[in-house]
């Protein structure tokens, strides 16, 4: 089952905040975030892989529930370059990954 | 150093067709991945090989579809007889470790199918 992304699209003005929500039906030990940009590959942003574990990645970061089975991706004084699709990504077994529906953002100046 | 490379960038197929799509790993990667991404949806799981053998082929749509990775390296996926429905942006991804739900997939630039 692929987890779930919300909210579906995002609309941003420089400088301000979003949080990006990705939750799972099944336990999790791991959650990856990816951005997309249109027509490019996805681009690896974090692996989150303990519960309650927080990481970062510029002014990026996420956090990770194992209980709550969910992970969040926040954006923070957002940037033009922050525009694009982002997924998360939980795993289905030791390699594979089964991707949200994705969480298109739009930063506007 | 060179990333994932996909080539073509672009196909156009009439249906019933047959099309091969190439993915060229990051050197030394052991682990490779093909997903196929459908327009506003996320990458969905193809298959997985570690080394050349396919170790995980259950996300294949049927048996018009088919990959192999000869010498460990370079990938190819076939699809014989292709329909309107196959057309999506096909994805290879490539990974240091066996354990790719733990490590980092470094995904290629893709192939844009389209089946008429």
């Known amino acids: 089952q692929q987890p779930v992304q919300s909210p579906q699209a995002v609309i941003l003005r420089e400088g301000e905040d979003a949080v990006i929500n990705c939750s799972s039906s099944k336990a999790l030990y791991s959650v990856h975030w990816y951005r997309q940009k249109h027509g490019e590959a996805p681009v690896f942003l974090m692996i989150?892989?303990?519960?309650?574990e927080q990481k970062g990645h510029d002014k990026i970061s996420a956090s990770f529930n194992e209980k709550k089975q969910q992970s969040s991706l926040y954006l923070t004084a957002s940037q033009l370059s922050y525009s694009g699709t982002y997924f998360c990504g939980t795993p289905r077994g030791d390699y594979k990954l089964s991707f949200g529906a994705g969480t298109t953002v739009t930063v506007r100046a | 150093g060179a990333g994932v490379s996909q080539t073509p960038s672009n196909k156009v197929t009439e249906k019933g067709k047959y099309v091969e799509l190439r993915c060229d790993p990051i050197s030394g990667h052991t682990a490779l991945y093909w997903y196929r991404q459908s327009l506003g949806q996320g990458p969905e799981f193809l298959i997985y090989f570690q080394g050349t053998g396919a170790a995980d082929d259950s996300g294949l749509p049927n048996d018009r579809f088919f990959a192999v990775r000869p010498e460990g390296s370079v990938s190819t996926l076939k699809i014989q007889r292709t329909e309107r429905g196959d057309s999506a942006v096909y994805l290879c991804a490539s990974s240091s470790r066996v354990s790719g739900s733990m490590n980092e997939q470094f995904f290629g630039p893709g192939t844009r199918l389209t089946v008429l």
């Open positions: 989150l892989l303990k519960g309650g």
